[in-house]
């Protein structure tokens, strides 16, 4: 996925002079074709994302469109402000890339883990935040980005992520896209976002072969939340779930309750699965940290029976 966006970028540079790069303390060798070929408009900064998200801003107001690419949390974390008063206030075309969004830097302890990236970006006026399930769903969300009249936050995942989105769902930017249907209604209808897509449909599997059907609608788009399409599978739900990589607190899960809340008297039960209110204990590996969490396929499929059980 990383690779996706980040090619997606230099293609887009190719064919738009308004595009430009920038970096922020990035590894030697990120997007080397591009600087290459397009050294003017390819820009590595230092360990400064406050600046950085400035410089972005200034170049925005003089008709570029940055993309501004470096670890998830410290493009949420440590650039907050700048966002928030030089990018959002003045509604510009700025598209930031959080590199390692949700638990992907589990090696790096809780200093890495971009367990509130969602929550922190979708607070703010103007921004649309978006989490990809896949390398080809991020090359069709980045030919979109280019032309969207807002701010962006794109979460990235680790890479070499299974690919389950197809081409023939289409795409749209606010626009959640249904991954599996139940054969019927009064099922459990999934809502997931980014890559635990993957998991929560490995999940559906395995409650099927148990005779319990669900519905997975896939948000890509976490702001604008599609709340057409959120409702219209809430009618047919007799139980909601969400699936998140992300603090139960502020992230995907909050902002479906809100979107329910906000628009029906009353609505299915709903239970919310993702990261818990603690910054983590454990180092390991991306799975080590989900499992801990309860997000891997089998511990969703159970914690949904155990939930479909008290009702």
Same mark, same amino acid.
């Given at each position: 996925?990383?690779?996706?966006?980040?090619?997606?970028?230099?293609?887009?540079?190719?064919?738009?002079?308004?595009?430009?790069?920038?970096?922020?303390?990035?590894?030697?060798?990120?997007?080397? $074709?591009?600087? #290459?070929?397009?050294?003017?408009?390819?820009?590595?900064?230092? +360990?400064?994302? &406050?600046?950085?998200?400035? /410089? =972005?801003?200034?170049?925005?107001?003089?008709?570029?469109?940055?993309?501004?690419?470096?670890?998830?949390?410290?493009?949420?974390?440590?650039?907050?402000?700048?966002?928030?008063?030089?990018?959002?206030?003045?509604?510009?075309?700025?598209?930031?890339?959080?590199?390692?969004?949700?638990?992907?830097?589990?090696?790096?302890?809780?200093?890495?883990?971009?367990?509130?990236?969602?929550?922190?970006?979708?607070?703010?006026?103007?921004?649309?935040?978006?989490?990809?399930?896949?390398?080809?769903?991020?090359?069709?969300?980045?030919?979109?980005?280019?032309?969207?009249?807002?701010?962006?936050?794109?979460?990235?995942?680790? $890479?070499?992520? #299974?690919?389950?989105?197809?081409?023939?769902?289409?795409?749209? +930017?606010?626009? &959640?896209?249904?991954?599996? /249907? =139940?054969?019927?209604?009064?099922?459990?209808?999934?809502?997931?976002?980014?890559?635990?897509?993957?998991?929560?449909?490995?999940?559906?599997?395995?409650?099927?072969?148990?005779?319990?059907?669900?519905?997975?609608?896939?948000?890509?788009?976490?702001?604008?939340?599609?709340?057409?399409?959120?409702?219209?599978?809430?009618?047919?739900?007799?139980?909601?779930?969400?699936?998140?990589?992300?603090?139960?607190?502020?992230?995907?899960?909050?902002?479906?309750?809100?979107?329910?809340?906000?628009?029906?008297?009353?609505?299915?039960?709903?239970?919310?699965?993702?990261?818990?209110?603690?910054?983590?204990?454990?180092?390991?590996?991306?799975?080590?940290?989900?499992?801990?969490?309860?997000?891997?396929?089998?511990?969703?499929?159970?914690?949904?029976?155990?939930?479909?059980?008290?009702?």
């Amino acid at each position: 996925m990383r690779k996706a966006c980040l090619d997606a970028v230099h293609m887009l540079a190719r064919h738009d002079p308004r595009v430009v790069f920038i970096g922020s303390d990035l590894g030697p060798g990120v997007l080397e $074709g591009m600087k #290459k070929e397009l050294p003017e408009r390819y820009f590595m900064e230092g +360990i400064s994302e &406050a600046n950085v998200i400035g /410089m =972005a801003a200034g170049l925005a107001m003089d008709g570029y469109i940055p993309y501004v690419n470096t670890i998830a949390t410290f493009i949420t974390r440590r650039g907050f402000e700048q966002v928030a008063l030089d990018v959002c206030l003045h509604h510009l075309p700025v598209r930031l890339i959080g590199n390692g969004g949700g638990v992907v830097y589990a090696p790096l302890g809780p200093t890495h883990l971009a367990v509130d990236d969602f929550a922190l970006m979708r607070v703010l006026p103007n921004m649309t935040v978006m989490a990809a399930s896949d390398a080809d769903e991020m090359r069709r969300l980045m030919e979109q980005s280019l032309d969207w009249p807002d701010p962006i936050y794109i979460r990235l995942a680790k $890479g070499g992520d #299974k690919i389950i989105s197809k081409e023939a769902n289409g795409f749209a +930017i606010g626009k &959640a896209i249904p991954m599996r /249907m =139940a054969a019927a209604a009064n099922s459990v209808l999934f809502a997931t976002t980014g890559v635990m897509t993957t998991n929560t449909l490995a999940a559906a599997e395995a409650l099927a072969a148990k005779g319990i059907d669900s519905t997975v609608l896939h948000f890509h788009t976490i702001k604008p939340l599609d709340v057409a399409a959120l409702l219209a599978y809430t009618a047919k739900a007799k139980a909601i779930v969400t699936v998140e990589e992300h603090s139960l607190i502020g992230g995907f899960g909050s902002a479906i309750i809100e979107v329910l809340t906000d628009n029906l008297v009353a609505f299915p039960p709903v239970k919310r699965l993702g990261l818990s209110d603690a910054f983590s204990k454990y180092y390991g590996t991306q799975n080590d940290l989900l499992e801990a969490n309860g997000l891997m396929p089998q511990q969703i499929a159970e914690t949904t029976e155990q939930f479909l059980n008290r009702l």
